[in-house]
T-cell receptor, first 112, second 110 residues
Framework: DQQVKQNSPSLSVQEGRISILNCDYT??????FLWYKKYPAEGPTFLIS?????DKNEDGRFTVFLNKSAKHLSLHIVPSQPGDSAVYFC???????????FGSGTQLTVLP | DVKVTQSSRYLVKRTGEKVFLECVQD?????MFWYRQDPGLGLRLIYF???????EKGDIPEGYSVSREKKERFSLILESASTNQTSMYLC?????????FGEGSRLTVL
């Protein structure tokens, strides 16, 4: 039973436009959420995170929104650049746990 | 910067062979993890360790074991490799709510 779900395996966006990647979770104990980005043949790298006490966190072109009542979060990338083409993983943790639970990932392709 | 190093980027092994995947981190982190990544399944936790000689099973520990003899080193062992263990293996260490990953080890079992 997947506790973190990314229902879109892939997304294509034109350069300069907005990319919106979605993530749903089922475990109400999750209180900290992260997005990781992964290029082929490399390990995932941390992108941005959000605590459940917030509903928005912004870092440059990247913004994460959290809707706790819907158990939904999204990552917005504006403007999208070809170098953003990668697999994006949503992850969640609860309380003091160190382990993260990951979604299945979304392949983002930004077209020049 | 945190550095997590996985000793082998690419391995090809035969069914039944014993496989060691080594991981070293240089930031004195107590917590280390082994994940595998498969298309459509994301990252799944195999084992993790909170301290030297401590280990905990993750979501898919079957067919794997681990060793943590020193704080900086966390090894994943496949006692008898099988074709369904062909995958990308990712080691990570933990600090302040964030995982730091190595570059991954692509294992192919023939």
């Amino acid at each position: 039973d997947q506790q973190v779900k990314q229902n879109s395996p892939s997304l294509s966006v034109q350069e300069g436009r907005i990319s919106i990647l979605n993530c749903d979770y089922t475990n109400s104990m999750f209180d900290y959420f992260l997005w990781y980005k992964k290029y082929p043949a490399e390990g995932p790298t941390f992108l941005i995170s959000i605590s459940s006490i917030k509903d928005k966190n912004e870092d440059g072109r990247f913004t994460v929104f959290l809707n706790k009542s819907a158990k939904h979060l999204s990552l917005h990338i504006v403007p999208s650049q070809p170098g953003d083409s990668a697999v994006y993983f949503c992850a969640a943790k609860s309380g003091s746990a160190r382990q993260l639970t990951f979604g299945s990932g979304t392949q983002l392709t930004v077209l020049p | 910067d945190v550095k997590v190093t996985q000793s082998s980027r690419y391995l090809v092994k035969r069914t039944g062979e014993k496989v060691f995947l080594e991981c070293v981190q240089d930031m004195d982190h107590e917590n280390m993890f082994w994940y595998r990544q498969d298309p459509g399944l994301g990252l799944r936790l195999i084992y993790f360790s909170y301290d030297v000689k401590m280990k905990e099973k993750g979501d898919i520990p079957e067919g794997y074991s681990v060793s943590r003899e020193k704080k900086e080193r966390f090894s994943l062992i496949l006692e008898s490799a099988s074709t369904n263990q062909t995958s990308m293996y990712l080691c990570a260490s933990y600090r302040a709510g964030e995982l730091f990953f190595g570059e991954g080890s692509r294992l192919t079992v023939l």
